[in-house]
């Protein structure tokens, strides 16, 4: 059996529909439902059995779970960038981390947990994946600290060596529909141009970017997908990983390929970037995968514009969820 935490999330949901093309159905879903409408993410899938996050803990802790898990796939996680509730952030991201890779560990059962790239803060640390380096690392927000907590922990305990940590830069596509405010900027554009015919950016407070030419490296779903799935097929390679393109893009980029994809002329506005984000916020992201493509990873990366344009015209327009 494989276990996806998070797994009606947005990655974790996407993992299960390429487990199940591979005809893997043998999953134990673990996610907390709530309120919102990430249930619709399961819809397409298949799967054994699903429980919610605490019940889930409690069967890690009295080690009830049966049968033999093969794998761990731990997605779950609070990634909010806005919550202000440090203790949940420790409690639900970090400790909870901690008691599912010690009960891995004691079970022999592969481990690979989502870190994140938030660990690298405002980037003037760099956006290498050496394991050797990230205790320089500064995050900017309790989400990206919480992250750096784990791998800091599971580095000193010697886990590292036995797990794979997955830093996901800007992950985009289907199934983050529930999202709210963190949902990627592609699916904001969408709907800005149906709304308004047009798309706001935030101007560049920093003179040498000019509006919109702030740069992030955005990754499609199916291609973080397919580089979490390597480390499911080879579970000798250990240690933090990023994940990414390796190639940095705009904003205008992004913006552009939104409305070409959905056959209009652009249109974007830029405005102030409020004061309460400018001090942290980051004008340059870019992962550096070169480890990955020394362990053996040779995929290429989707093009951003074949990606956004599959996304908007295969999944926004038709309303569709992901099903391999």
């Known amino acids: 059996m494989i276990i996806v935490t998070g797994g009606a999330g947005f990655i974790g949901s996407a993992l299960i529909a390429a487990l199940n093309s591979r005809g893997i159905r043998d999953i134990l879903v673990a996610d907390e439902l709530g309120c919102d409408q ?28 049966t049968p033999a898990v093969e794998a761990v796939l731990h997605l779950g996680a609070c990634s909010s960038t806005t919550e202000t509730n440090a203790s949940y952030f420790i409690n639900n991201n970090y400790e909870y981390s901690k008691l599912l890779a010690r009960w891995a560990a004691d079970n022999n059962a592969r481990f690979i947990y ?52 997955l830093k996901y830069f800007n992950v985009f596509g289907p199934n983050e529909y529930h999202k709210a405010d963190m949902r990627s900027f592609v699916l904001k554009a969408f709907e800005q141009i149906n709304a308004t015919g047009k798309v706001r950016l935030f101007k560049s407070h920093k003179s040498e970017y000019k ?38 893009r705009n904003w205008n980029d992004l913006v552009k390929a939104v409305f070409d994809a959905m056959g209009k002329k652009p249109n974007i506005e830029y405005m102030d970037m409020p004061d309460s984000i400018r001090n942290q916020y980051q004008y340059y992201t870019c992962a550096d995968i070169t480890k990955l493509r020394n362990a053996g990873y040779k995929k290429p990366t989707t093009l951003l514009e074949d990606a956004i344009k599959d996304y908007v015209q295969n999944f926004l327009q038709k309303k569709e969820y992901l099903n391999y």
């Open 38 to 65: 990430k249930w619709k993410n399961l819809r397409n899938l298949s799967f054994a059995d699903y429980v919610e996050k605490d019940d889930f803990l409690r069967l890690v802790i009295d080690n009830k779970l």
């Open 114 to 165: 989502a870190s994140s790239a938030a660990t690298y803060g405002d980037g003037s640390a760099g956006f290498s994946d050496d394991e050797g380096e990230i205790h320089q690392l500064r995050p900017l927000n309790m989400y990206g600290y919480s992250k750096q907590l784990f791998d800091l922990w599971a580095k000193k305990n010697g886990l590292l060596k036995k797990i794979a940590g």
């Open 211 to 248: 509006d919109g030419e702030q740069l992030r490296d955005f990754i499609y779903i199916k291609d973080a997908v397919e580089m979490t799935l390597f480390f499911l097929d080879n579970p000798k390679v250990n240690g933090l990983f990023n994940i990414g393109t390796a190639t940095a």
